[in-house]
């Protein structure tokens, strides 16, 4: 495309006269090495100084001087810095922001300083507007010379006294790997035993007092530890309650704060109430709707790369180990990786950044979120690259070691800043992630116009030519800043608010715009992304809309206006004071939901995992099969037509009968179910074995942990007296070795005895081998015999779960299995043994989790519900690009190697890393010692074609969770789940007509948090209820009082006291009840 | 190397002529040998290799080296069915004559390679060193004869390496934390890796019986009251800069630190020093004391390869106990109960605490040195100047070894039991090594 009509265009320095450039240089006494954030960058602002009408724009310099440059229309800029007097040449500024501080209407500029520069301290400079295009610095006078080591700065009213508040972000002194991961949050900076020039870190927030601001950070509850590297501090209204919150980004190993405001002068940090998972080098950060939705939601960038192969050569993840000493300390669920979480009904976010595809930038500074195209959905800019590549794995193994001993060699003293000339430099197009208005972003750098290599650091984005759509200024290391042109044509709205007296831009406030049923939202507040600040005007990009239904402000004192503004492209103020009170509107109407379900007290021991960790003794694999619990077992165990309960217990755990007595429980068969305390229940089904018209139990043993010659990895079955006392069967079952994952019992002979399906996930420590799975025949009195399957049946996969279900109409049932690395299969008992059943199934590979069956369009037949992996999961797999995993002994060393690859096309590369691989296969390292060396090598470049094609293999190409339609004779038509189904896994589904109009609802949960850290964790779902439309579409309700946080491994019915329930099982707590209200 | 160089002109200038008479002798240069030994030494520091596992690569193309040298006319005792699963090595034909020297140390680059991962570092190497042999001038049926032979023995040293349980190892369990363990090993700072090796005693040994056949006592039980002596030994560590002599107690553990793989870190930036092994740093002082003792070919590849056998059994040894014993490092306990800022002098390396495997290894080394050069037996150890370290003088190889261990304490690695046991460990696998191998 010409880049002429792309939406941006750089401006060329020529024309604008800016040509600053952040020029960083390290010398033997300043460098990467003695300064943490030698290469963080700079910022910028955009704000209107001198009131013309035409954002004017600030850049800050880490080395050189910062610069302020009058807008004079056109793209043309005059640099007046040095008149202006705000160059802080000695200084290493960072951060900066624009704001009416002495309330005469003019814009101050407020400058934070980092960095030790020899002869200068590093307090943060306050820039009063003489409103002469001179300025006046006078932090000391105002209280605000803080001299820590200040990332950023945000003005903001967080008591509504009406007056500006400051949050100062300051980055600890403190050499990081001292701190050897201990947690010292609540050891306020003063209070630690280290010297006094090292104690400068800890947050700040300031409270304005009128003409001084005092600190009260201690006193609201803002931590103020050195373990704090904060790099972004984003303000906003997190819970929907109309008083700002604070999101605060730490590099390092320190997790990220999320302050709820108290409403009382005080905050409360709570970020693991909202938020399951973070990036964990947090950067720069916004706050912004991308759903339109009304709600902010929240994008925190990381410093992971977007190319596998830069991956390989530049990322180290966390190992188990690691990863499990943080969490343990309180650092919390964090992952490289940026996260977008999205906001929720119940202000419970949502991480979706694999689904949206945002979850890699590499090396990431500032993040904004804006509408970039105007087209009413907001986009993402991020800004990356870093000036040296600090984390390049061949450097960190080889080059740098050469470089220091060819200096131990030549007799030099060692100097280490010397090596930093050695190491790599890559600049790197910043990230441009175009929202599709679907909860998913498309790359555009390039469509746009941005892709130009760079090392950027602060953005900022400001309407620079007042033609209705955003421009973007960029601060790069050691090259010519950017101004980018945004040449959008769609519709907008433009508007500028005024706001009384203390706080005369209005920071803080709201603007919603209605259009067409979405809510266009914006807050106002101009501190974002990273060390930047972006103009007070907001823009509204309305694409093709022609019409706007009505503009809601709700101002920093709470109260809201509603504005009928009908035309689009123009331009409106509103000015606080001088508001109509006709406009006044009270949205305070409490508006609560009548939900489908109620959580109701249940007293049953919880389900209690064993500490294993199935990496210690499995290489290469993606995530633990170990916790697959827990199971229930619902049935009328005693005859007095009540639902009883099987509760499965986990290694060390006994399992739970649970007799119900009017509505209440009581457990029972404690002593047997004690002495059976050792065996992983993992598989759980009653039926009648010995036909004597009682429900028995059949116990599956799983846990991945017991080799197959122990006995305690084998199936029980319990038989019931008639009256609900149980006694283990000795010889009734056939021997079963392997990790159980399903019982399914069914007639399949018809000779009126219930056989059984019993499916294994794995034989232990055997991932990616299908194990064999079983059908067992009843030959009466309880015993149950091996029965001889053909073997693309026995040996199908990896099973998780299976159903019996009647596909051909004919009142017999055909069995379907799913599970990981396979199809869901379908088998036919023709009268004399199984048959495969090809359907249009049998290409869909997928990590299946689950599968149920319902008449979901009423049209007589039986429909499938299957559970997959999701969409949300860190890697790709489609029909030509799929997972593929390759099993076989490629060291003849007697054991399998499983190498798992993801393709592009082409060759299949391995997903893991170079350290991780050679570790199993060390022979490796002869053609791959290096990392770049790896990073290119598919499997067919690491193993000779003999071995490949002797290699067993399986694929995995499909991965949302779906439904599949019966059209009879086992053909099928596929539908995905709705979007947020695909948000995580689904482990259990259980259809059901919640709301008794005569169709099959579904409930459904998920979850996996079994992954080793580099592939994060799957914590999107709180459980579904999805309702049918009567024809087999579904619809997911928000507010369905179905919250359920963890991991969900079953969901039954049952009925106490004749109401429906139902009971949710949770991987290592305790399960949940729901009355069904309906 | 100077005489040798001008040799080797010389011989160059008469190349064309008629084949060198002297040619065996000619070619028996010890310089040779040490050079190729500290090949393998720098190409382990690049390749990155573990203690235990460096020992093993020392090993096997030493003893392949040797096993050619041993079948020579100078008839020296041959390792086979000396060394665990070592058969009958392959002899040259009759009658048929062989540069010994240049077979054996084609032999040694051969197993070498096949042992380390930067092949081209060796062949390079390989080259330089095959021109010289070449000038010995040599007849060209002795050459290629000799280079067969080399290769013969080697193929059959790696068969037999091969089955030394070292593949296998590798897909064994790793080290599994256990956090209600209080005295268990745990990762420490500032890389936090895994223990290594959990597994390095199930490799076979070399001379050896078993793993476990020189287990020492247990370690000092685990308590942190203040009058029990574990308590007691952790302050020894906790305290043991503090000496009036502290500088050089920091000199003493910096010179023997030996740590193959340091992670600097500070803020994002990582990068790994390397330094030679423990075994490493034995293999360069046997190369001063055969110097020194002005070793023959045979003699200087004899000490090499006991020494080599003394270490790699010596490594064993000690990972059985490590993992027997799964000790705490001084390290994890002084941050987690006494002082959560101080630091080892040392960077703690990343395997359980019990015994010292400098204290073990260097103990075995000295003995066989002092074996095969006397007990006083005085030297300048300079080989870790290439590493920035000074020169350190001693009177013995036991006085070089004490100071070995003791530096552990020093470098706030090792409770003081770690370092008396290992030695003793260490003399009992030395002595056994004296007494049944016979070279």
Redesign the interface.
Same mark, same amino acid.
């Given at each position: 495309m010409d880049s002429s009509k792309k939406l941006f265009k750089e401006v060329n320095s020529s024309h604008s006269g800016v040509d600053f450039i952040n020029e960083v240089h390290n010398s033997e006494d300043f460098n990467?090495?003695?300064y +943490?954030?030698f290469y963080n960058g700079g910022g910028v602002a955009i704000g209107d100084v001198n009131n013309d009408g035409l954002p004017d724009v600030f850049f800050t310099s880490n080395m050189g001087a910062n610069r302020l440059y009058l807008n004079e229309g056109d793209f043309k800029f005059k640099d007046i810095s040095e008149t202006a007097g705000v160059l802080d040449e000695n200084k290493w500024s960072t951060g900066v922001a624009m704001v009416d501080i002495n309330l005469d209407g003019y814009l101050d500029i407020y400058v934070c300083n980092a960095g030790y520069r020899k002869g200068s301290k590093q307090n943060n400079t306050l820039y009063i507007n003489n409103k002469d295009l001179t300025f006046t610095e006078s932090a000391s006078e105002w209280g605000l010379d803080e001299e820590g080591y200040t990332t950023h700065a945000s003005f903001f009213d967080y008591d509504k006294d009406g007056d500006l508040d400051l949050y100062i972000l300051n980055n600890s002194f403190i050499?990081? %790997?001292?701190l $050897?991961y201990?947690n010292k949050r609540n050891l306020r900076a003063k209070d630690w *035993?280290v010297e006094e020039f090292l104690k400068g870190g800890g947050d700040k927030l300031l409270r304005n007092d009128g003409n001084t601001f005092v600190d009260v950070s201690e006193e609201s509850g803002i931590f103020g530890s050195l373990i704090g590297f904060g790099l972004g501090v984003t303000i906003g209204d997190v819970n929907n309650d109309k008083w700002p919150d604070i999101y605060v980004s730490n590099d390092f190993f320190e997790r990220d704060y999320l302050y709820i405001n108290d409403k009382n002068g005080k905050f409360k940090e709570d970020l693991p109430s909202y938020i399951d998972h973070i990036s964990h080098?947090s950067m720069g950060a916004d706050m912004a709707d991308i759903n339109n939705d009304g709600l902010s939601d929240i994008f925190v960038t990381d410093?992971l790369p977007i190319d596998p192969q830069r991956r390989k050569k530049n990322a180290?993840f966390d190992?188990i %180990? #690691?990863f499990?000493?943080k969490t343990?300390s309180g650092f919390y669920n964090q992952y490289m990786q940026n996260t977008l979480q999205l906001n929720s009904v119940d202000n419970r976010f949502k991480e979706i950044s694999n689904f949206a595809n945002v979850a890699a930038s590499d090396w990431s500074w500032g993040a904004l979120m804006f509408d970039m195209d105007n087209d009413s959905n907001t986009d993402i800019y991020v800004c990356n690259g870093i000036y040296k590549d600090?984390?390049d794995l061949d450097?960190? &193994?080889?080059f740098? %070691?050469d470089v220091?001993?060819k200096m131990?060699?030549g007799g030099k003293k @060692?100097e280490l800043f010397n090596?930093i000339e050695k190491m790599p430099s890559t600049p790197i197009v910043n990230n441009v992630f175009r929202n599709n208005g679907d909860l998913t972003f498309s790359e555009s750098a390039q469509e746009w116009g941005l892709d130009k290599e760079s090392f950027s650091n602060g953005a900022a984005y400001g309407d620079l030519d007042n033609d209705g759509d955003l421009d973007l200024v960029v601060n790069n290391v050691n090259q010519q800043s950017q101004i980018f042109k945004n040449n959008s044509s769609a519709n907008y709205l433009r508007v500028k608010l005024k706001g009384q007296e203390k706080n005369t831009f209005a920071i803080g406030a709201k603007l919603k715009l209605y259009v067409e049923g979405k809510i266009l939202l914006k807050e106002l507040v101009p501190n974002r992304g990273f060390q930047s600040s972006v103009d007070y005007t907001s823009i509204f990009g309305l694409g093709e809309y022609e019409k706007i239904d009505s503009l809601i402000v709700i101002w920093p004192d709470g109260k809201e206006t509603k504005h009928m503004v009908e035309a689009v492209n123009q331009d409106i103020e509103i000015s606080q004071s001088e508001i109509n009170s006709s406009l006044f509107v009270d949205s305070n109407k409490s508006t609560t939901t009548k939900t489908l379900l109620e959580e109701v007290p249940f007293k049953i021991e919880a389900h209690k995992e064993n &500490?294993y960790?199935d990496?210690?003794?499995e +290489?290469n694999i993606p995530s633990m099969y170990s916790q697959e619990g827990p199971k229930i077992g619902v049935a009328d165990l005693n005859g007095d037509g009540q639902s009883d309960i099987y509760f499965s217990g986990a290694k060390g755990q006994a399992g739970q009968f649970m007799l119900s007595s009017n509505g209440q429980f009581v457990q029972s068969e404690k002593d047997l179910l004690e002495k059976l305390k050792d065996f992983e229940d993992t598989a759980v089904a009653f039926f009648d074995a010995d036909s004597d018209g009682d429900q028995d139990l059949f116990v599956g043993s799983g846990g991945n942990e017991q080799l197959a010659h122990n006995p305690l990895i084998a199936d029980r079955l319990l038989i019931n007296d008639g009256k609900g006392n149980y006694d283990l069967s000795k010889d009734g079952l056939p021997n079963n070795r392997m990790n159980t994952s399903a019982v399914l019992p069914y007639d399949f002979d018809g000779d009126e005895l219930i056989d059984l399906f019993v499916g294994n996930l794995n034989l232990t420590r055997t991932y990616g081998v299908s194990p064999n799975c079983f059908i067992y025949k009843n030959l009466g009195n309880g015993k149950f015999e091996s029965f001889e399957l053909p073997k693309e049946m026995r040996t199908v996969g990896m099973i998780k779960d299976a159903a019996w279900i009647d596909l051909m109409g004919d009142d017999k049932k055909e069995l379907v299995v799913v599970g990981e690395w396979m199809a869901p299969s379908i088998f036919q008992y023709n009268g004399e043994g199984f048959v495969k059943v090809e359907s249009s199934l049998s290409k869909l590979y997928g990590f299946w989790n689950s599968v149920s069956t319902a008449d979901i369009d009423k049209d007589g037949d039986q429909d499938l519900i299957l559970g997959n992996i999701g969409k949300n999961v860190s890697f790709k797999a489609e029909e030509n690009d799929p997972l593929r995993i390759f099993v076989y002994d490629f &060291?003849? $060393?007697? @054991?399998f &190697?499983k190498i798992i690859t993801y393709s592009d096309g082409n060759k299949n590369y391995p997903i893991f890393s170079k350290r991780e691989l050679t @570790?199993? #296969? *060390?022979?490796l390292?002869?053609k791959n #010692?290096m990392h770049k060396d790896f990073a290119t090598k598919g499997i067919e470049d690491l193993f000779d074609k003999k071995l490949l094609d002797a290699a067993s293999r399986k694929g995995v190409s499909y991965l949302p969770s779906c439904i599949a339609i019966n059209n009879g004779q086992g053909n099928f038509k596929i539908k995905e789940l709705p979007i947020d189904v695909q948000l995580s896994c689904v482990n259990a589904i259980l259809p059901i007509d919640i709301d008794e109009d005569g169709d099959e609802d579904l409930v459904i949960g998920g979850n996996n948090f079994d992954f080793l850290p580099q592939f994060s964790r799957l914590d999107a779902s709180r459980g579904h209820l999805l309702i049918n439309d009567g024809k087999g579409n579904f619809e997911v309700l928000n507010q369905t009082g179905l919250s359920v946080k963890g991991e969900v491994q079953d969901i039954k019915l049952l009925s106490i006291n004749n109401q429906r329930h139902i009971l949710v099982g949770i991987n290592n707590e305790s399960p949940k009840l729901f009355k069904i209200l309906k | 190397m100077k005489q040798f160089a001008s040799l080797i002109c010389l011989l160059v200038f008469f190349s064309c002529e008629k084949p060198n008479p002297n040619y065996q002798k000619d070619a028996a240069q010890t310089e040779i040998i040490h050079r190729t030994v500290k090949q393998l030494s720098d190409i382990i520091v690049h390749d990155i290799f573990s203690p235990p596992v460096a020992s093993r690569v020392y090993a096997y193309p030493i003893i392949a080296a040797y096993e050619v040298m041993a079948h020579s006319e100078n008839k020296a005792t041959s390792l086979e069915g000396q060394l665990k699963g070592l058969s009958a090595i392959p002899r040259p034909a009759e009658d048929e004559e062989v540069c010994y020297p240049l077979a054996s140390m084609i032999a040694y680059i051969k197993v070498g390679k096949a042992l380390i991962f930067s092949e081209e570092k060796m062949t390079t190497f390989e080259e330089e060193i095959l021109k010289e042999f070449e000038a010995v001038n040599m007849p060209s049926d002795v050459y290629k004869r000799s280079t067969d032979y080399g290769n013969k023995v080697a193929d059959h040293i790696l068969d037999w390496a091969d089955k030394d349980n070292y593949k296998e190892t590798r897909t064994y369990p790793k080290f599994s934390i256990i956090e209600d363990e209080i005295y268990r090993w745990k990762p420490t700072p500032p890389a936090y890796m895994t223990g290594i090796e959990p597994h390095w005693k199930e490799i076979r040994p070399f001379v050896i019986k078993s793993a476990d056949q020189f287990v020492p006592p247990p370690p000092t039980e685990f308590n942190l009251k203040e009058n029990s002596l574990f308590y007691k030994e952790l302050m020894e560590v906790y305290h043991a800069l503090e000496a009036d002599n502290k500088e050089e107690r920091v000199e003493i553990a910096s010179f023997w630190d030996c740590n193959p793989y340091v992670m600097n870190q500070t803020g994002h930036v990582m990068f790994a020093t390397k330094k030679i092994t423990p075994g490493g740093h034995w293999q360069g002082i046997t190369a001063i004391a055969s110097k020194k003792a002005n070793d023959d070919f045979l003699g200087t590849l004899k000490a090499y390869c006991m020494v080599s056998i003394a270490l790699a059994d010596a490594f064993i040894s000690c990972w059985d106990e490590k993992y027997r014993s799964n000790l705490i490092r001084p390290e994890t306990v002084i941050n987690e109960h006494i002082d959560e800022n101080w630091k080892p002098a040392l960077q703690t390396p990343p395997f359980p605490e019990y015994t010292s495997g400098h204290s073990v290894i260097s103990t075995a080394a000295a003995l066989v040195l002092t074996h095969l050069y006397g007990d006083s037996f005085s030297f300048d150890d300079d080989v870790e100047v290439e590493y920035g370290l000074p020169v350190r003088s001693f009177d013995s190889f036991v006085e070089a070894s004490q100071e070995a261990a003791i530096s552990r304490l020093y470098g706030g690695i090792h409770y003081r039991p770690a370092i008396d046991n290992g030695v003793q460990q260490g003399e009992k696998v030395g002595q056994y090594i004296i007494k049944n191998l016979k070279l």
């Open positions: 990467i090495f003695n +943490r954030n050499p990081v %790997n001292t $050897n201990s *035993p080098s410093m180290s190992d %180990n #690691l499990k000493l343990k600090v984390v450097f960190i &193994d080889f740098a %070691n220091v001993s131990a060699l @060692e090596i &500490d960790v990496f210690y003794y +290489r &060291d003849q $060393n007697g @054991e &190697d @570790e199993q #296969l *060390p022979i390292k002869k #010692l | -």
